[in-house]
């Protein structure tokens, strides 16, 4: 399985931890941004979104993180523990990605990224929105031992690249206690967490320069 993607990429590292849970091999290809890689006329008959992280699957091209977890965990999952049948589990678990993607991942982003890539300075505002993410991220964990139930799931490891990056960022997570509870114990057991490592390490080169 094709696999476009940069290592420090906090969604390519959630589909390779999916992958490492599944038991999945990904042919890694580096699709460097910077380089203009994923415009290339061969990478737009893939993927005419042109964003990683993006698989091809014996022909089958798929993108977007989230979507790729479920579909790998759907396909090659030995059973559905990380990806429940089940209409509430899997509606709860929707639930989690939907906000990892729309405000825990996106509100970092907004807040982070123009400091790093472009060097705007910070904005109060969107700090502030990216803080109250973490608020409702920590009550969710305050019910739960993961974050949509007492068993890991996608969620979890979608969740997981996503604070790893906060981290790198100088994030002071120890304000959330069930949040750094969590991610502690993630940390140690979660599927491919290794990979997950090496990609922080990759990502935190930026905040270097």
């Given at each position: 399985?094709?696999?476009?993607?940069?290592?420090?990429?906090?969604?390519?590292?959630a589909?390779?931890?999916?992958a490492?849970?599944?038991?999945?091999e990904?042919?890694?290809k580096?699709?460097?941004?910077?380089?203009?890689?994923?415009?290339?006329?061969?990478?737009?008959?893939?993927?005419?979104?042109?964003?990683?992280?993006?698989i091809?699957?014996?022909?089958?091209?798929?993108?977007?993180?989230?979507a790729?977890?479920?579909?790998?965990?759907e396909?090659?999952?030995?059973d559905?523990?990380?990806?429940?049948?089940?209409?509430q589990?899997?509606?709860?678990?929707?639930q989690?990605?939907y906000?990892?993607?729309g405000?825990l991942?996106?509100r970092?982003a907004?807040?982070?990224?123009?400091?790093?890539?472009?060097?705007?300075?910070?904005d109060?505002?969107?700090?502030?929105?990216?803080?109250?993410?973490l608020?409702?991220?920590?009550?969710?964990?305050?019910?739960?031992?993961?974050?949509?139930?007492?068993?890991?799931?996608?969620a979890?490891?979608?969740?997981?690249?996503?604070?790893?990056?906060?981290?790198?960022?100088?994030?002071?997570l120890?304000?959330y206690?069930?949040?750094a509870?969590?991610?502690?114990?993630l940390?140690?057991?979660?599927?491919?967490t290794e990979?997950?490592?090496?990609?922080?390490?990759?990502?935190?080169k930026?905040?270097?320069?």
């Amino acid at each position: 399985m094709d696999f476009y993607y940069l290592p420090g990429s906090a969604p390519c590292r959630a589909v390779q931890m999916a992958a490492a849970a599944v038991g999945v091999e990904l042919n890694l290809k580096l699709t460097d941004l910077m380089a203009g890689e994923h415009l290339k006329p061969s990478f737009l008959k893939i993927n005419p979104q042109h964003c990683i992280p993006t698989i091809v699957d014996n022909g089958f091209p798929l993108w977007e993180s989230r979507a790729i977890m479920g579909y790998l965990v759907e396909k090659y999952g030995k059973d559905d523990s990380l990806y429940p049948k089940d209409p509430q589990k899997r509606a709860l678990i929707n639930q989690r990605l939907y906000f990892d993607q729309g405000t825990l991942y996106q509100r970092f982003a907004d807040y982070v990224y123009p400091q790093v890539f472009a060097k705007k300075p910070a904005d109060q505002e969107k700090e502030k929105k990216m803080l109250d993410g973490l608020e409702f991220l920590d009550k969710f964990l305050e019910k739960s031992k993961y974050v949509a139930g007492d068993s890991l799931t996608i969620a979890d490891l979608s969740i997981l690249a996503t604070i790893s990056t906060y981290e790198v960022a100088k994030v002071d997570l120890s304000k959330y206690a069930s949040v750094a509870s969590w991610y502690e114990r993630l940390r140690k057991e979660a599927p491919g967490t290794e990979i997950n490592q090496a990609g922080i390490e990759h990502f935190a080169k930026y905040f270097e320069k």
